[in-house]
């Protein structure tokens, strides 16, 4: 595998990193976090119509760009150094992709272009409240009845949940069958659904709770064969870890940026902090997690591109690592700030919040480390 960068990857970062500057500055993450749907509507639209991001890895069949995950890793990276609040994590990389996982060539080409243009919001709901990750979180259940599918229970952590128009819901069949699972691509406006956002340590990533009343879905909603979702939704699943391992790398690089100019800048005993060895190992140590993560995230953006069989093995490294790296380089970083770190005025608090929930999202570190073990036959 080449990691290095295409000429037009490198311009996708570049444009990338120069927009998200202005449109996803300190200031405008406040603000839109402070908002009523966790983002800023006309934003969205500019990064919809404008730069066409939503349907960057839509098949050009169905609306989309058809590139690829490593062009993704690379722009995820970049939505996660900015701490961009907006619905394109939820949009794209768990419902789209669940659509194209799961769904008939007719289902693609219903919901994808909508996910593509920006227009249709859309998230996937699998883990109950007990929050399991993976499959074994699924606490919703289904039952056929005349040809439609009745569908209860309770989605939690739902990514956009409170505004999504589109939800992927994950259920069980109800008569037992443990491996029967299905996705149903249910709209928000359908009678038996109720969202209610919550509350959680992250305010610039929205999760909301999803309850199904009975909420009728016609064969059609039933994305594939019915019952027959569970090996769709792990790669769905397992491509989500891919996903947040990049936007994780991206916030870890900017947590060093910001110690390493706050340690230039902050003067003591009169010298830059940055002159004293203590916090030069600091920002060393830093450095090796960020390469360390991009080297992860950037092998498993590969193998999702290549669509190898390493992919579970592959996303649980990356999503374990880069989960850790994430969290080390923010703590280091507020460290070299000391108590201003954790003022409204800086950044640091804001990714200590968003490395802390990142890293049980999708599951967390140990989870993923036990996942590989096994997959290893140990």
Same mark, same amino acid.
């Given at each position: ?18 927009f998200l ?18 983002f ?44 961009l609040c ?38 996937l ?23 439609e599918?009745?569908v ?16 992927? @819901? +994950? %259920?069980?069949?109800? /008569?037992?069958? &443990?491996? *029967?699972? #299905? $996705?149903?691509?249910?709209?928000? !406006?359908? =009678? ?40 769709p939704?792990a ?35 009169g ?11 600091k ?19 590969? @193998? +999702? %591109?290549?669509?190898? /069989?390493?992919? &579970?093995? *592959?996303? #649980? $490294?990356?999503?374990?690592?880069? !989960?850790? =790296? ?13 108590g ?8 640091v ?30």
């Amino acid at each position: 595998m080449d990691f290095a960068l295409s000429e037009e990857q490198e311009a996708l970062r570049e444009t990338a990193r120069s927009f998200l500057a202005e449109h996803s500055s300190s200031e405008r993450v406040r603000r839109a976090m402070e908002g009523e749907l966790g983002f800023d509507p006309e934003t969205w639209k500019r990064i919809a119509a404008e730069l066409g991001w939503p349907a960057l890895i839509v098949p050009e069949a169905h609306g989309g760009l058809g590139l690829g995950w490593v062009e993704l890793a690379v722009l995820l990276e970049a939505m996660g150094e900015s701490l961009l609040c907006a619905p394109f994590f939820s949009s794209v990389c768990l419902a789209a992709n669940a659509i194209l996982a799961a769904g008939s060539d007719e289902q693609q080409r219903e919901l994808l272009p909508g996910i593509a243009e920006g227009r249709t919001l859309a998230t996937l709901a699998w883990t109950g409240p007990g929050g399991a990750p993976g499959l074994e979180g699924i606490e919703a259940t289904y039952r056929m009845h005349a040809g439609e599918a009745l569908v209860s229970g309770d989605a939690r952590y739902v990514i956009d949940g409170h505004c999504a128009d589109l939800l992927v @819901v +994950a %259920a069980r069949r109800e /008569d037992g069958a &443990a491996e *029967a699972i #299905s $996705l149903f691509a249910i709209f928000a !406006s359908a =009678a038996g659904v109720e969202r209610r956002a919550l509350a959680t340590l992250d305010p610039t990533r929205r999760l909301a709770e999803v309850r199904l009343r009975d909420v009728r879905v016609p064969r059609s909603g039933i994305l594939g064969e019915e019952g027959a979702a569970a090996a769709p939704l792990a790669r769905t699943l397992d491509l989500a870890a891919v996903a947040l391992a990049a936007e994780q790398t991206g916030g870890a690089q900017r947590c060093l940026d910001l110690a390493v100019e706050y340690a230039k800048q902050r003067v003591q005993f009169g010298r830059p902090i940055g002159s004293f060895q203590a916090i030069q190992h600091k920002c060393a140590d830093m450095l090796l997690r960020v390469e360390s993560a991009r080297s992860a995230s950037q092998w498993a953006a590969c @193998v +999702a %591109a290549e669509g190898g /069989d390493e992919l &579970a093995r *592959a996303a #649980s $490294l990356a999503k374990a690592y880069c !989960s850790e =790296a994430y969290f080390f380089c923010a703590a280091e970083c507020l460290q070299i700030h000391g108590g201003v770190g954790f003022t409204w005025e800086y950044d640091v608090h804001l990714h200590l919040k968003r490395a802390q929930g990142s890293q049980v999202l999708l599951g967390d570190p140990a989870w993923h480390r036990e996942r590989v073990a096994r997959l290893i036959g140990l």
